[in-house]
């Protein structure tokens, strides 16, 4: 394996930072030559100097540059991540995003990080067992989930919805796999025609937040574990800002936004911190 010198390091380190906001401190060499060792080996650079400078000046159409951040990015993700923050979604969140898109015709997610799917299919089959069980099916065309994740490859596996057995038996209850997935060899496909409620995109939480509309609800679940605390504010503020007032942002377990926005109110739901929009 290639050994990262410490100016090879302070440069890559920089690169990352700049394209996708992880923010590495001074002991983490080891990540960068483990995650991008291939990938500067399959380019044909001989240290990580020369690999920075094509990805620096040698890389027009940023394909280096989307598998630097596919490489660097960690992707970690599960069915149902967190009981007690999927039952606050299930017993509170839910039923609120139904009122909404009954009175007012319509209830919006977002599901920011998104990585390969597994948190906005879970929300979905929350919100189409509670239209079914509130005999209302159709309520389910009234809500509106975005999936986001600056991974490209993560935004291809969520949307084709297509997830092996080691993701199946990550957090998925045996009574869900039964009634939304179909086995096909070795995958496991999600309802095809349900997944098409989900609308993924690749996206950099370092853009402009510009949407058509503003969110209910606000999935940014660890990732902001990543990243640095200018980017933090900076992050939560433009949260903020798409989020309608008395809307929810969830973060996880692990993550605060205390010290970093005034923009919420903190409560909590048994254990879950619940970051409300003033």
Known sequence: MFKITEPEYILMKKYIEEHCGIHLEADKEYLVESRLADLLIETGCKSFQEFHLKARSNDPGGELRDRI???????????????????????????ALLSQAAETGRASVWSAAASTGQEAYSLLMLLDE????????????RVEIIATDISSSAVLTGSSARYDTIAMNRGLPEDKKEKYFTKLDNIWLFDQELKERVLFKKFNLQNDFIFPETFDL?????VSIYFSEDFKCELFSKMAQVLKPGGVLLLGATESLREFSNDFEISYYKSVVINKRK
Do not use: H
């Not at 509670?130 to 065309?141: E, M, V, Y």
């Open 218 to 222: 606000i999935l940014c679940r660890y």
């Open 130 to 141: 509670a239209t079914r069980q509130r005999g209302l099916p159709s309520l389910l065309d």
């Open 69 to 95: 951040v596919d490489a660097m990015t960690t992707n970690e993700t599960s069915w149902f991540r967190d009981k007690n923050t999927w039952e606050y979604l299930e017993e509170v969140a839910v039923p």
